[in-house]
């Protein structure tokens, strides 16, 4: 060991060690107020404690969930979208919540996993789609070697929950339940914004991250590359190849898209919005339409004139039975709604028919 004066008027003590991992020379140091002997001493008695540990080999036995997941955000930050990033790290604090911060990865069996999910009264399908982001957060941890087994994820089974069509059932609107909201919806942007959604078909982030050159009324089409991710306030790309499409503009869907945009003058005159570039749905401050005032303002309605409370996502639904009710072949709705094969519209959109 030796001692280093420092320019403050104190002394930092150093002593070299070989770092276990890489074989090479490294230094650790301490400050000391004194250079004296019995200072030095201390200083000795520490760095050689603080060498000892860091020349332990490093194992997983003492690996706590919180190490994994920490290390799980900073690759994830890295290598994944914003809004993924985002879903995830919620999705994590809950499974800190659930299962511990100090828990220790080494410890974790199927039955006490199982056991703290079920505890949390959150229901099956939340557990399930919890578990899915739990699954693989462990198979990264032991791909990146914080884990040394996963074999309990074998046993780990998914809670049980009703059907996929069962589910959905009371999920989207009748036609005769789309007309009576319509006729109550007192906010004349936020009625053709539901109406523009149950005629397109569109996913609500879709539809506000149109662009006025993606409506192209000319050729009927509505060009959908694009989705805005209201979570991180930001534009990103579609949610998958299939996702990019042109959907077809009908004779009503027409007239709403021409009552909207005559909205959107209305608004820019009355706030004064001088921006020259807009979205084709704007805000009162000219930013993107705020996905979560129409949600509130759609879920209100809703629960109030229709019975039920239901999201904007049911306007899909609502918009494929629609389509099915005029008898359009499946596979061109699964086309219009940017699914990845009519497998999924089937299962999703099926039962409704029975109306």
Same mark, same amino acid.
């Given at each position: 060991? @030796?001692?280093?004066?420092?320019?403050?008027?104190?002394?930092?003590?150093? $002593?070299?060690?070989?770092?276990?991992?890489?074989?090479?020379?490294?230094?650790?140091?301490?400050?000391?107020?004194? /250079?004296?002997?019995?200072?030095?001493?201390?200083?000795?008695?520490?760095?050689?404690?603080?060498?000892? $540990?860091?020349?332990?080999?490093?194992?997983?036995?003492?690996?706590?969930?919180?190490?994994? =997941?920490?290390?799980?955000?900073?690759?994830?930050?890295?290598? *994944?979208?914003?809004?993924?990033?985002?879903?995830?790290?919620?999705?994590?604090? %809950? &499974?800190?919540?659930?299962?511990? /911060?100090?828990?220790?990865?080494?410890?974790?069996?199927?039955?006490? &996993?199982?056991?703290?999910?079920?505890?949390?009264?959150?229901?099956?399908?939340?557990? /399930?789609?919890?578990? !899915?982001? +739990?699954?693989?957060?462990?198979? @990264?941890?032991?791909?990146?070697?914080?884990?040394?087994?996963?074999?309990?994820?074998?046993?780990?089974?998914?809670? !049980?929950?009703?059907?996929?069509?069962?589910?959905?059932?009371? !999920?989207?609107?009748? %036609?005769?339940?789309?007309?009576?909201?319509?006729?109550?919806?007192? *906010?004349?942007? @936020?009625?053709?914004?539901?109406?523009?959604?149950?005629?397109?078909?569109?996913? =609500?982030?879709?539809? =506000?991250?149109?662009?006025?050159?993606?409506?192209?009324?000319?050729?009927?089409?509505?060009?959908?590359?694009?989705?805005?991710?209201?979570?991180?306030?930001?534009?990103?790309?579609? !949610?998958?190849?299939?996702?990019?499409?042109?959907?077809?503009?009908?004779?009503?869907?027409? /007239?709403? &898209?021409?009552?909207?945009?005559?909205?959107?003058?209305?608004?820019?005159?009355?706030?004064?919005?001088?921006?020259?570039?807009?979205?084709?749905?704007?805000? $009162?401050?000219?930013?993107?339409?705020?996905?979560?005032? +129409?949600?509130?303002?759609?879920?209100?309605?809703?629960?109030?004139?229709?019975?039920?409370?239901?999201?904007?996502?049911?306007?899909?639904?609502?918009?494929?039975?629609?389509?099915?009710?005029?008898?359009?072949?499946?596979? *061109?709705?699964?086309?219009?709604?940017?699914?990845?094969?009519?497998?999924?519209?089937?299962?999703?959109?099926?039962?409704?028919?029975?109306?």
């Amino acid at each position: 060991m @030796w001692v280093e004066e420092l320019s403050t008027g104190k002394f930092r003590a150093v $002593e070299r060690y070989i770092d276990p991992m890489t074989g090479k020379s490294r230094k650790t140091s301490i400050c000391i107020d004194k /250079n004296t002997r019995s200072a030095r001493k201390a200083a000795e008695d520490i760095l050689r404690a603080r060498i000892e $540990e860091l020349s332990k080999p490093k194992t997983n036995e003492t690996t706590t969930l919180e190490d994994v =997941i920490e290390a799980y955000r900073a690759d994830q930050k890295l290598t *994944v979208m914003p809004s993924t990033y985002t879903r995830n790290y919620y999705a994590a604090e %809950t &499974i800190l919540a659930l299962l511990g /911060n100090d828990t220790l990865v080494s410890r974790l069996t199927a039955p006490y &996993i199982r056991q703290s999910m079920i505890e949390s009264g959150k229901e099956p399908g939340t557990l /399930n789609e919890l578990l !899915k982001r +739990f699954r693989a957060l462990i198979r @990264w941890g032991y791909k990146n070697d914080m884990i040394d087994s996963i074999d309990f994820l074998q046993k780990l089974d998914g809670f !049980k929950e009703r059907p996929h069509r069962e589910a959905i059932q009371f !999920k989207y609107l009748e %036609t005769d339940e789309l007309k009576i909201l319509l006729d109550h919806m007192a *906010v004349p942007v @936020w009625r053709l914004f539901t109406e523009f959604l149950a005629l397109s078909g569109l996913r =609500i982030g879709e539809a =506000i991250a149109l662009e006025p050159s993606d409506i192209d009324l000319a050729t009927h089409q509505i060009h959908v590359s694009k989705a805005y991710d209201s979570v991180n306030k930001r534009v990103s790309s579609a !949610k998958s190849l299939c996702s990019i499409r042109d959907v077809f503009i009908q004779p009503q869907l027409e /007239n709403v &898209i021409r009552q909207l945009d005559t909205e959107m003058k209305r608004r820019r005159l009355r706030y004064g919005i001088r921006k020259k570039k807009l979205p084709f749905l704007f805000s $009162e401050d000219g930013t993107y339409l705020k996905y979560y005032a +129409f949600n509130k303002y759609f879920r209100e309605n809703t629960e109030k004139y229709v019975g039920r409370p239901l999201t904007p996502h049911a306007l899909r639904h609502t918009h494929a039975s629609l389509m099915l009710e005029k008898g359009v072949p499946i596979d *061109v709705i699964s086309r219009r709604l940017g699914h990845e094969n009519s497998r999924i519209t089937r299962e999703i959109y099926l039962h409704v028919t029975k109306s």
